[in-house]
Protein backbone atom coordinates (compact mmCIF):
# COMPACT_ATOMS: atom_id res chain seq x y z
CA UNK A 1 0.00 0.00 0.00
CA UNK A 2 1.17 3.66 0.18
CA UNK A 3 2.37 3.70 3.70
CA UNK A 4 5.28 6.05 4.46
CA UNK A 5 7.81 3.86 5.51
CA UNK A 6 9.90 6.83 7.73
CA UNK A 7 6.49 7.73 9.58
CA UNK A 8 5.58 4.38 10.43
CA UNK A 9 9.11 3.33 12.04
CA UNK A 10 9.39 6.88 13.68
CA UNK A 11 5.59 5.77 15.19
CA UNK A 12 7.32 2.23 16.21
CA UNK A 13 10.62 4.22 18.06
CA UNK A 14 7.61 6.39 20.24
CA UNK A 15 6.59 2.92 21.90
CA UNK A 16 10.26 1.51 21.28
CA UNK A 17 12.77 4.16 21.83
CA UNK A 18 16.07 1.63 21.27
CA UNK A 19 16.48 -1.60 19.50
CA UNK A 20 15.79 -3.13 15.69
CA UNK A 21 13.38 -1.58 13.83
CA UNK A 22 11.02 -4.77 12.38
CA UNK A 23 8.38 -4.85 9.92
CA UNK A 24 6.51 -8.05 11.17
CA UNK A 25 3.52 -7.65 8.46
CA UNK A 26 5.26 -6.58 5.11
CA UNK A 27 2.82 -7.91 2.62
CA UNK A 28 4.12 -8.47 -0.76
CA UNK A 29 1.13 -10.38 -1.83
CA UNK A 30 -2.43 -10.93 -0.59
CA UNK A 31 -4.29 -14.36 -0.19
CA UNK A 32 -6.39 -15.51 -2.56
CA UNK A 33 -10.27 -17.28 -2.06
CA UNK A 34 -11.08 -19.98 -4.40
CA UNK A 35 -13.43 -18.54 -6.83
CA UNK A 36 -12.21 -14.68 -6.31
CA UNK A 37 -9.67 -12.97 -8.74
CA UNK A 38 -6.62 -13.28 -8.19
CA UNK A 39 -4.77 -10.82 -5.61
CA UNK A 40 -1.61 -8.84 -6.65
CA UNK A 41 0.68 -6.26 -5.27
CA UNK A 42 2.07 -3.22 -7.13
CA UNK A 43 5.61 -4.45 -7.50
CA UNK A 44 7.29 -1.02 -8.20
CA UNK A 45 5.41 -0.26 -4.69
CA UNK A 46 7.10 -2.98 -2.93
CA UNK A 47 10.31 -2.95 -4.13
CA UNK A 48 10.47 0.72 -3.45
CA UNK A 49 9.52 0.11 0.01
CA UNK A 50 11.78 -2.70 0.55
CA UNK A 51 14.27 -0.54 -0.57
CA UNK A 52 13.72 2.03 2.07
CA UNK A 53 13.53 -0.12 4.75
CA UNK A 54 16.57 -1.87 3.95
CA UNK A 55 18.24 1.93 4.10
CA UNK A 56 16.90 2.27 7.05
CA UNK A 57 18.69 -0.78 8.18
CA UNK A 58 15.43 -2.60 9.34
CA UNK A 59 14.49 -5.80 9.05
CA UNK A 60 11.05 -7.48 8.01
CA UNK A 61 9.19 -10.59 7.47
CA UNK A 62 7.65 -11.87 4.05
CA UNK A 63 4.39 -12.74 4.50
CA UNK A 64 3.69 -14.40 1.60
CA UNK A 65 4.64 -15.02 -1.22
CA UNK A 66 9.90 -30.71 -17.42
CA UNK A 67 8.01 -32.95 -16.70
CA UNK A 68 4.14 -34.77 -17.02
CA UNK A 69 3.56 -37.62 -14.55
CA UNK A 70 0.89 -40.63 -14.70
CA UNK A 71 -0.83 -41.60 -11.82
CA UNK A 72 -2.98 -44.74 -11.06
CA UNK A 73 -5.92 -45.86 -8.76
CA UNK A 74 -5.27 -47.00 -5.59
CA UNK A 75 -8.86 -46.97 -4.61
CA UNK A 76 -11.79 -45.61 -3.27
CA UNK A 77 -12.24 -43.76 -0.24
CA UNK A 78 -14.79 -45.93 1.20
CA UNK A 79 -13.07 -49.12 0.55
CA UNK A 80 -9.81 -47.34 2.14
CA UNK A 81 -11.44 -47.04 5.85
CA UNK A 82 -9.37 -49.58 7.34
CA UNK A 83 -6.20 -47.98 6.52
CA UNK A 84 -6.89 -44.49 7.26
CA UNK A 85 -9.13 -45.09 9.88
CA UNK A 86 -7.71 -47.73 11.95
CA UNK A 87 -9.46 -46.93 15.13
CA UNK A 88 -12.84 -47.47 13.62
CA UNK A 89 -15.96 -45.36 13.76
CA UNK A 90 -17.44 -43.57 16.75
CA UNK A 91 -21.47 -44.36 16.83
CA UNK A 92 -24.09 -41.45 17.11
CA UNK A 93 -27.72 -41.08 16.94
CA UNK A 94 -26.67 -37.51 15.06
CA UNK A 95 -23.89 -36.21 13.46
CA UNK A 96 -20.98 -35.10 15.75
CA UNK A 97 -18.94 -32.42 14.88
CA UNK A 98 -14.79 -32.06 13.81
CA UNK A 99 -14.56 -30.82 17.41
CA UNK A 100 -16.92 -33.38 19.47
CA UNK A 101 -14.64 -36.29 17.07
CA UNK A 102 -11.46 -34.06 18.27
CA UNK A 103 -10.12 -34.23 14.82
CA UNK A 104 -9.81 -30.39 13.57
CA UNK A 105 -8.60 -30.61 9.98
CA UNK A 106 -8.87 -32.71 6.83
CA UNK A 107 -11.66 -34.55 5.72
CA UNK A 108 -14.57 -37.34 8.15
CA UNK A 109 -16.58 -40.02 6.62
CA UNK A 110 -20.29 -40.27 8.00
CA UNK A 111 -21.91 -43.20 7.27
CA UNK A 112 -25.37 -44.41 7.83
CA UNK A 113 -28.20 -46.43 6.25
CA UNK A 114 -30.91 -45.42 3.41
CA UNK A 115 -34.59 -45.28 5.85
CA UNK A 116 -36.60 -46.25 3.02
CA UNK A 117 -37.05 -47.27 -0.72
CA UNK A 118 -36.05 -44.58 -3.09
CA UNK A 119 -37.11 -45.59 -6.39
CA UNK A 120 -37.80 -41.40 -7.76
CA UNK A 121 -35.02 -38.82 -7.20
CA UNK A 122 -35.64 -38.06 -3.49
CA UNK A 123 -34.14 -34.49 -1.94
CA UNK A 124 -31.01 -34.72 0.42
CA UNK A 125 -31.34 -31.16 2.27
CA UNK A 126 -28.61 -29.68 4.61
CA UNK A 127 -31.94 -27.27 6.16
CA UNK A 128 -29.84 -25.16 8.65
CA UNK A 129 -26.57 -24.96 6.12
CA UNK A 130 -24.69 -26.91 8.54
CA UNK A 131 -22.44 -28.81 6.29
CA UNK A 132 -19.03 -27.12 6.69
CA UNK A 133 -17.52 -27.24 4.32
CA UNK A 134 -18.25 -29.55 1.44
CA UNK A 135 -19.74 -33.61 1.80
CA UNK A 136 -19.31 -35.83 -1.50
CA UNK A 137 -22.61 -38.35 -1.14
CA UNK A 138 -22.47 -42.08 -2.38
CA UNK A 139 -25.33 -44.69 -1.88
CA UNK A 140 -23.94 -48.04 -2.05
CA UNK A 141 -21.01 -47.37 -3.95
CA UNK A 142 -22.13 -44.62 -6.46
CA UNK A 143 -21.38 -41.53 -5.85
CA UNK A 144 -24.46 -39.40 -5.99
CA UNK A 145 -23.39 -35.85 -5.99
CA UNK A 146 -22.24 -33.11 -3.18
CA UNK A 147 -23.30 -30.74 -0.92
CA UNK A 148 -21.44 -27.47 -0.16
CA UNK A 149 -22.03 -24.89 2.48
CA UNK A 150 -23.50 -21.41 1.25
CA UNK A 151 -23.78 -23.29 -2.58
CA UNK A 152 -25.44 -26.42 -2.68
CA UNK A 153 -28.04 -27.13 0.34
CA UNK A 154 -29.72 -29.65 -1.63
CA UNK A 155 -29.23 -32.71 -3.79
CA UNK A 156 -31.18 -35.95 -5.22
CA UNK A 157 -30.43 -39.48 -3.81
CA UNK A 158 -31.91 -42.68 -5.05
CA UNK A 159 -31.83 -46.03 -3.88
CA UNK A 160 -32.99 -49.06 -1.82
CA UNK A 161 -33.73 -49.35 2.37
CA UNK A 162 -30.65 -50.49 3.59
CA UNK A 163 -28.31 -48.98 0.88
CA UNK A 164 -25.29 -47.85 2.65
CA UNK A 165 -24.91 -43.76 2.51
CA UNK A 166 -21.18 -42.53 2.62
CA UNK A 167 -20.83 -38.79 2.99
CA UNK A 168 -17.71 -37.57 3.47
CA UNK A 169 -17.13 -33.76 4.64
CA UNK A 170 -14.16 -31.68 3.62
CA UNK A 171 -12.95 -28.88 6.41
CA UNK A 172 -11.91 -26.60 3.20
CA UNK A 173 -10.22 -24.13 6.01
CA UNK A 174 -10.18 -21.86 8.94
CA UNK A 175 -11.16 -18.00 8.86
CA UNK A 176 -8.75 -16.77 11.29
CA UNK A 177 -10.23 -13.21 11.94
CA UNK A 178 -13.40 -11.17 11.51
CA UNK A 179 -17.40 -12.44 12.72
CA UNK A 180 -16.93 -16.15 10.72
CA UNK A 181 -13.81 -17.19 13.42
CA UNK A 182 -16.07 -19.90 15.15
CA UNK A 183 -15.81 -22.16 12.53
CA UNK A 184 -17.09 -25.46 13.45
CA UNK A 185 -16.49 -27.92 11.08
CA UNK A 186 -18.43 -31.69 9.39
CA UNK A 187 -22.16 -31.95 9.58
CA UNK A 188 -23.50 -29.43 12.07
CA UNK A 189 -26.68 -30.60 12.09
CA UNK A 190 -28.98 -33.24 10.43
CA UNK A 191 -29.37 -33.94 6.87
CA UNK A 192 -32.72 -34.76 5.83
CA UNK A 193 -33.83 -36.72 2.95
CA UNK A 194 -37.63 -37.02 1.83
CA UNK A 195 -39.78 -36.87 5.27
CA UNK A 196 -36.83 -38.52 7.09
CA UNK A 197 -34.15 -37.00 9.37
CA UNK A 198 -31.02 -39.28 9.10
CA UNK A 199 -29.68 -41.09 11.85
CA UNK A 200 -27.76 -43.45 13.56
CA UNK A 201 -24.55 -42.68 12.06
CA UNK A 202 -21.07 -43.96 12.17
CA UNK A 203 -18.39 -41.64 11.97
CA UNK A 204 -14.65 -42.15 11.00
CA UNK A 205 -12.55 -39.80 11.42
CA UNK A 206 -9.49 -40.09 8.81
CA UNK A 207 -6.03 -39.82 9.31
CA UNK A 208 -4.99 -39.39 5.48
CA UNK A 209 -1.90 -37.28 6.11
CA UNK A 210 -0.55 -40.11 8.74
CA UNK A 211 -1.38 -42.85 6.28
CA UNK A 212 0.95 -41.06 3.61
CA UNK A 213 3.51 -40.11 5.92
CA UNK A 214 4.10 -43.92 6.83
CA UNK A 215 4.45 -44.89 3.27
CA UNK A 216 1.07 -45.94 2.24
CA UNK A 217 0.04 -47.03 -0.84
CA UNK A 218 3.16 -49.36 -0.49
CA UNK A 219 4.84 -49.69 -4.18
CA UNK A 220 2.75 -52.97 -4.85
CA UNK A 221 -1.14 -51.46 -4.21
CA UNK A 222 0.22 -48.62 -7.19
CA UNK A 223 1.67 -51.21 -9.82
CA UNK A 224 -1.75 -52.02 -11.19
CA UNK A 225 -1.78 -50.20 -14.69
CA UNK A 226 -4.78 -47.95 -15.80
CA UNK A 227 -7.59 -50.35 -17.36
CA UNK A 228 -8.45 -48.46 -20.92
CA UNK A 229 -11.85 -49.73 -21.03
CA UNK A 230 -12.83 -47.95 -17.11
CA UNK A 231 -14.45 -44.38 -17.76
CA UNK A 232 -13.28 -41.98 -15.28
CA UNK A 233 -13.99 -42.43 -12.08
CA UNK A 234 -16.40 -40.50 -9.47
CA UNK A 235 -16.39 -39.58 -6.31
CA UNK A 236 -13.42 -39.75 -3.22
CA UNK A 237 -10.54 -42.03 -5.20
CA UNK A 238 -6.93 -42.37 -4.41
CA UNK A 239 -4.75 -42.27 -7.29
CA UNK A 240 -0.29 -42.64 -6.93
CA UNK A 241 2.07 -42.56 -8.96
CA UNK A 242 6.37 -41.62 -8.95
CA UNK A 243 8.06 -38.79 -10.86
CA UNK A 244 11.70 -40.73 -11.37
CA UNK A 245 14.23 -38.90 -10.04
CA UNK A 246 16.26 -36.82 -12.52
CA UNK A 247 19.74 -35.70 -11.17
CA UNK A 248 18.64 -32.42 -10.14
CA UNK A 249 15.40 -30.98 -7.29
CA UNK A 250 14.83 -27.98 -8.35
CA UNK A 251 11.79 -25.77 -7.09
CA UNK A 252 8.34 -26.63 -9.87
CA UNK A 253 4.98 -25.47 -9.92
CA UNK A 254 2.38 -28.87 -9.88
CA UNK A 255 -0.65 -27.84 -12.43
CA UNK A 256 -3.74 -30.44 -12.54
CA UNK A 257 -5.95 -29.07 -14.61
CA UNK A 258 -7.93 -31.14 -15.98
CA UNK A 259 -9.21 -33.11 -12.61
CA UNK A 260 -11.99 -31.70 -10.92
CA UNK A 261 -11.34 -30.85 -6.89
CA UNK A 262 -8.88 -32.92 -4.51
CA UNK A 263 -5.44 -32.83 -2.48
CA UNK A 264 -2.09 -33.56 -3.26
CA UNK A 265 1.08 -34.87 -1.33
CA UNK A 266 4.31 -35.27 -2.56
CA UNK A 267 6.94 -38.10 -0.81
CA UNK A 268 4.48 -38.36 1.77
CA UNK A 269 4.09 -34.26 2.50
CA UNK A 270 0.94 -32.60 1.93
CA UNK A 271 1.05 -30.14 -0.79
CA UNK A 272 -2.11 -28.36 -0.83
CA UNK A 273 -5.56 -28.75 -2.74
CA UNK A 274 -6.27 -28.35 -6.01
CA UNK A 275 -9.25 -26.84 -7.55
CA UNK A 276 -8.72 -25.36 -11.14
CA UNK A 277 -12.41 -24.94 -12.34
CA UNK A 278 -12.57 -22.21 -9.73
CA UNK A 279 -9.15 -21.26 -9.10
CA UNK A 280 -7.62 -18.07 -9.68
CA UNK A 281 -4.90 -20.70 -8.60
CA UNK A 282 -3.99 -23.03 -11.07
CA UNK A 283 -0.59 -24.99 -9.37
CA UNK A 284 1.13 -25.73 -6.39
CA UNK A 285 4.38 -24.64 -5.25
CA UNK A 286 6.54 -27.84 -4.59
CA UNK A 287 9.97 -26.91 -3.32
CA UNK A 288 13.02 -28.34 -4.88
CA UNK A 289 14.10 -30.10 -1.54
CA UNK A 290 10.87 -31.80 -1.20
CA UNK A 291 11.67 -33.71 -4.98
CA UNK A 292 14.47 -36.64 -4.32
CA UNK A 293 17.32 -36.51 -7.02
CA UNK A 294 18.28 -39.70 -6.38
CA UNK A 295 14.92 -41.98 -5.90
CA UNK A 296 11.64 -42.41 -7.36
CA UNK A 297 9.47 -39.10 -6.16
CA UNK A 298 5.61 -40.39 -4.46
CA UNK A 299 2.98 -38.34 -5.28
CA UNK A 300 -0.59 -39.07 -4.18
CA UNK A 301 -3.62 -37.76 -5.42
CA UNK A 302 -7.38 -37.57 -3.62
CA UNK A 303 -9.57 -36.46 -6.58
CA UNK A 304 -13.06 -35.77 -4.59
CA UNK A 305 -15.68 -35.69 -7.40
CA UNK A 306 -13.74 -36.64 -11.46
CA UNK A 307 -10.29 -37.78 -12.30
CA UNK A 308 -9.68 -36.92 -16.40
CA UNK A 309 -9.59 -39.62 -18.88
CA UNK A 310 -5.51 -39.54 -18.84
CA UNK A 311 -4.84 -39.48 -15.01
CA UNK A 312 -1.38 -37.66 -15.04
CA UNK A 313 -0.10 -34.51 -13.49
CA UNK A 314 2.46 -31.69 -14.91
CA UNK A 315 5.25 -30.04 -13.15
CA UNK A 316 5.74 -26.34 -14.78
CA UNK A 317 8.67 -24.80 -14.50
CA UNK A 318 6.77 -21.34 -13.43
CA UNK A 319 3.48 -20.81 -11.23
CA UNK A 320 -0.04 -20.34 -12.80
CA UNK A 321 -1.92 -17.85 -10.25
CA UNK A 322 -4.54 -16.30 -12.53
CA UNK A 323 -6.33 -18.73 -14.42
CA UNK A 324 -8.09 -15.63 -16.32
CA UNK A 325 -4.75 -15.62 -18.35
CA UNK A 326 -4.39 -19.57 -18.20
CA UNK A 327 -4.33 -20.88 -21.34
CA UNK A 328 -1.17 -20.30 -23.10
CA UNK A 329 1.18 -21.61 -20.65
CA UNK A 330 -0.47 -25.18 -20.21
CA UNK A 331 -0.48 -25.74 -24.19
CA UNK A 332 3.25 -25.09 -24.52
CA UNK A 333 4.12 -27.44 -22.38
CA UNK A 334 2.15 -29.75 -23.70
CA UNK A 335 3.54 -29.93 -27.07
CA UNK A 336 6.40 -29.49 -26.12
CA UNK A 337 5.81 -33.30 -24.11
CA UNK A 338 4.67 -34.73 -27.01
C1 LIG B 1 7.50 10.37 4.34
O1 LIG B 1 7.34 11.29 5.38
C2 LIG B 1 8.48 12.08 5.60
C3 LIG B 1 8.28 12.89 6.87
O2 LIG B 1 6.94 13.11 7.14
C4 LIG B 1 8.70 12.96 4.37
O3 LIG B 1 9.86 13.76 4.55
C5 LIG B 1 8.93 12.02 3.17
O4 LIG B 1 9.03 12.78 1.99
C6 LIG B 1 7.79 11.05 3.03
N1 LIG B 1 8.17 10.05 2.03
C7 LIG B 1 7.38 9.71 1.00
C8 LIG B 1 7.91 8.68 0.07
O5 LIG B 1 6.31 10.24 0.83
C1 LIG C 1 -15.17 -48.64 -4.16
O1 LIG C 1 -14.37 -49.80 -4.11
C2 LIG C 1 -15.08 -50.95 -3.69
C3 LIG C 1 -14.05 -52.07 -3.57
O2 LIG C 1 -13.20 -52.12 -4.68
C4 LIG C 1 -16.19 -51.27 -4.70
O3 LIG C 1 -16.95 -52.34 -4.22
C5 LIG C 1 -17.10 -50.03 -4.81
O4 LIG C 1 -18.07 -50.24 -5.81
C6 LIG C 1 -16.26 -48.84 -5.19
N1 LIG C 1 -17.10 -47.66 -5.26
C7 LIG C 1 -17.01 -46.81 -6.27
C8 LIG C 1 -17.84 -45.59 -6.16
O5 LIG C 1 -16.30 -47.01 -7.24
C1 LIG D 1 -34.33 -33.54 -8.25
O1 LIG D 1 -35.14 -34.31 -9.08
C2 LIG D 1 -36.32 -33.66 -9.47
C3 LIG D 1 -37.21 -34.67 -10.20
O2 LIG D 1 -36.43 -35.44 -11.10
C4 LIG D 1 -35.95 -32.46 -10.34
O3 LIG D 1 -37.11 -31.76 -10.72
C5 LIG D 1 -35.05 -31.54 -9.52
O4 LIG D 1 -34.59 -30.48 -10.32
C6 LIG D 1 -33.86 -32.30 -8.98
N1 LIG D 1 -33.14 -31.44 -8.07
C7 LIG D 1 -31.82 -31.33 -8.08
C8 LIG D 1 -31.24 -30.41 -7.05
O5 LIG D 1 -31.11 -31.91 -8.89
C1 LIG E 1 8.56 -43.52 -2.16
O1 LIG E 1 7.89 -44.55 -1.47
C2 LIG E 1 8.65 -45.72 -1.24
C3 LIG E 1 7.78 -46.74 -0.53
O2 LIG E 1 6.65 -47.03 -1.30
C4 LIG E 1 9.86 -45.40 -0.40
O3 LIG E 1 10.68 -46.52 -0.26
C5 LIG E 1 10.65 -44.26 -1.07
O4 LIG E 1 11.70 -43.87 -0.21
C6 LIG E 1 9.77 -43.07 -1.35
N1 LIG E 1 10.50 -42.07 -2.11
C7 LIG E 1 10.90 -40.89 -1.57
C8 LIG E 1 11.69 -39.99 -2.48
O5 LIG E 1 10.60 -40.56 -0.45
C1 LIG F 1 -5.62 -11.88 -14.50
O1 LIG F 1 -5.79 -12.11 -15.89
C2 LIG F 1 -6.70 -11.20 -16.50
C3 LIG F 1 -6.86 -11.61 -17.97
O2 LIG F 1 -5.62 -11.71 -18.61
C4 LIG F 1 -6.19 -9.77 -16.38
O3 LIG F 1 -7.14 -8.89 -16.92
C5 LIG F 1 -6.00 -9.45 -14.89
O4 LIG F 1 -5.42 -8.19 -14.76
C6 LIG F 1 -5.08 -10.48 -14.24
N1 LIG F 1 -5.04 -10.21 -12.83
C7 LIG F 1 -3.88 -10.17 -12.15
C8 LIG F 1 -4.00 -9.81 -10.72
O5 LIG F 1 -2.80 -10.41 -12.66
Known amino acids: SDVNISQAFSRQRRFEPRG??????FYTGWLDHWGDQHAQVDTQKVSRMLGEMLSMGASYDILYDFNL?????????????????????VRSLYP????EMNQYYGFMLYRTKLPRDLPEDTALISPL????DRAYISVRGVFQGLLERDTTLVMNVTGKQGDQVDVLVENMGRVNFGSKINDFKGLLSNL???????TDWQIYPLDIDGAIASGWPQSGQRRSPPDPDRG?????????????????????????????????WINGVNLGRYWPKRGP?????????????????NITVLELERAPPHTRVLFMDRPLLNSTSGKTPQLQIEDRQT
Not at 69 to 89: H, I, M
Not at 192 to 198: K, R, S, T
Not at 244 to 256: K, V
Open 20 to 25: PLVNSE
Open 69 to 89: CSVWQVGNLSSLLDTLSPQGP
Open 96 to 99: LSFE
Open 129 to 132: NGVH
Open 192 to 198: ILGNDVL
Open 232 to 264: PSDGPVFYQGTLPPNGLAWDTFLRLNEWTKGQV
Open 281 to 297: QQTLYVPGPLLSPTQPN
